[in-house]
């Protein structure tokens, strides 16, 4: 007992750390939209390249959030309820109301999938990577004051329901792309593209609905996926050798969790595609209205210190409902 007592001391005093950190958050401001990325702490050609991508025109009236490991620090949070705040206001919705989100998982079920059934994954809390689902909710929800309601949806299986999805994006707030495989996501997009199409974007587009994604999510976002890491799903129905399309989102390709170690593959890639592309670190994200920008705090820690006490709670044998009421007092107590 009191090696765990040690640790969640070791643990509380590491994000304490974090929080005092001299880390400079940048993005709170609405009115700096620069599109010169700011440095990272290492020396970065391919980042410095990111302007030619962040200066395309975009639509100014559409609201979108790129990031690479979610909403894993105050600037992307508060950016997140600007952008609630400002889309409610131009849809006359009352800022009081609690907050609708769609959710799309299919990125998050890969090994699970891997075969001609799609029912192959019953439900959502048997998807492997269920605690980082819950996880992510957890570090989107937590920066709102109003109260959630999530609507969950797997595009790729066979008992998707299109009017009740219809449904729940028309009265949504914000379209939310998981991370985990960019391949997979896309294949199950194209199972639904006429509800992608004809439905979400058009909505995104006219300012109807904030667009949050995280790491392959974000990927998908751009016009071309290729420079996801992972399975191409060879040989199974989401099978897309020689199909890397994103969903265009973007005027450009996004390279999330960006490193030192990603530099020379980076170059090479852009040299090959002759693309743009913008490569942004884990704590950071890109906000599209009129243009891009990086907003955030790069190789930001924190997400860590979280992932490492909701993972604790549910490894000393709590049950799912007690290791997310464990989780979700965590970040109340240690996090706001």
Same mark, same amino acid.
């Given at each position: 007992?009191?090696?765990?007592?040690?640790?969640?001391?070791?643990?509380?005093?590491?994000?304490?750390?974090?929080?005092?950190?001299?880390?400079?958050?940048?993005?709170?401001?609405?009115?700096? !939209?620069?599109?010169?990325?700011?440095?990272?702490?290492?020396?970065?050609?391919?980042?410095?390249?990111?302007?030619?991508? #962040?200066?395309?025109?975009?639509?100014?009236?559409?609201?979108?959030?790129?990031?690479?490991?979610?909403?894993?620090?105050?600037?992307?949070?508060? =950016?997140?309820?600007?952008?609630?705040?400002?889309?409610?206001?131009?849809?006359?919705?009352?800022?009081?109301?609690?907050? =609708?989100?769609?959710?799309?998982?299919?990125? =998050?079920?890969?090994?699970?999938?891997?075969?001609?059934?799609?029912?192959?994954?019953?439900? %959502?809390?048997?998807?492997?990577? *269920?605690?980082?689902?819950?996880?992510?909710?957890?570090?989107?929800?937590?920066?709102?004051?109003?109260?959630?309601?999530?609507?969950?949806?797997? #595009?790729?299986?066979?008992?998707?329901?299109?009017?009740?999805?219809?449904?729940?994006?028309?009265?949504?707030?914000?379209?939310?792309?998981?991370?985990?495989?960019?391949? *997979?996501?896309?294949?199950?997009?194209? =199972?639904?593209?006429? *509800?992608?199409?004809?439905?979400?974007?058009?909505?995104?587009?006219?300012?109807?609905?904030?667009?949050?994604?995280?790491?392959?999510?974000?990927?998908?976002?751009?016009?071309?996926?290729?420079?996801?890491?992972?399975?191409?799903?060879?040989?199974?129905?989401?099978?897309?050798?020689?199909?890397?399309?994103?969903?265009?989102?973007?005027?450009?390709? %996004?390279?999330?969790?960006?490193?030192?170690? #990603?530099?020379?593959?980076?170059?090479?890639?852009?040299?090959?595609?002759?693309?743009?592309?913008?490569?942004? /670190?884990?704590?950071?994200?890109?906000?599209? /209205?009129?243009?891009?920008?990086?907003?955030?705090?790069?190789?930001?820690? !924190?997400?860590?210190?979280?992932?490492?006490?909701?993972?604790?709670?549910? /490894?000393?044998?709590?049950?799912?409902?007690?290791?997310?009421?464990?989780?979700?007092?965590?970040?109340?107590?240690? %996090?706001?």
């Amino acid at each position: 007992m009191w090696m765990i007592g040690f640790c969640a001391t070791l643990l509380v005093a590491s994000v304490a750390a974090v929080r005092t950190s001299d880390h400079v958050e940048y993005g709170n401001s609405t009115d700096n !939209m620069t599109v010169v990325p700011p440095p990272l702490p290492f020396k970065s050609e391919m980042r410095n390249k990111s302007s030619e991508c #962040l200066s395309q025109s975009v639509p100014e009236s559409q609201f979108i959030l790129n990031t690479a490991d979610g909403l894993s620090n105050r600037a992307l949070g508060d =950016r997140l309820v600007h952008l609630l705040k400002n889309m409610r206001n131009a849809t006359n919705k009352s800022e009081h109301e609690k907050v =609708r989100i769609v959710g799309i998982w299919d990125s =998050r079920v890969t090994t699970r999938a891997k075969d001609d059934d799609a029912k192959s994954v019953a439900t %959502l809390a048997e998807i492997q990577g *269920f605690f980082i689902v819950e996880n992510e909710k957890a570090r989107l929800d937590r920066w709102l004051s109003q109260p959630t309601e999530w609507y969950d949806i797997l #595009l790729h299986r066979e008992d998707f329901d299109e009017p009740a999805a219809i449904k729940a994006v028309e009265e949504a707030d914000i379209f939310y792309i998981a991370g985990g495989s960019a391949y *997979f996501l896309m294949a199950a997009f194209e =199972r639904r593209w006429s *509800f992608w199409e004809q439905t979400v974007l058009p909505k995104i587009r006219g300012g109807q609905l904030i667009h949050v994604s995280e790491s392959a999510g974000s990927i998908a976002s751009g016009t071309h996926i290729g420079i996801a890491r992972g399975s191409r799903g060879a040989g199974y129905w989401w099978d897309r050798t020689g199909k890397e399309n994103g969903l265009g989102l973007v005027p450009g390709i %996004l390279r999330p969790h960006y490193d030192k170690d #990603l530099e020379p593959a980076l170059a090479e890639y852009v040299e090959q595609m002759q693309a743009k592309v913008v490569p942004y /670190a884990n704590g950071e994200g890109v906000e599209w /209205a009129g243009h891009g920008r990086i907003i955030g705090r790069p190789n930001d820690k !924190m997400d860590e210190a979280m992932e490492a006490a909701f993972f604790a709670k549910w /490894a000393m044998g709590r049950s799912i409902a007690d290791a997310k009421r464990a989780y979700q007092t965590f970040l109340k107590d240690k %996090l706001s």
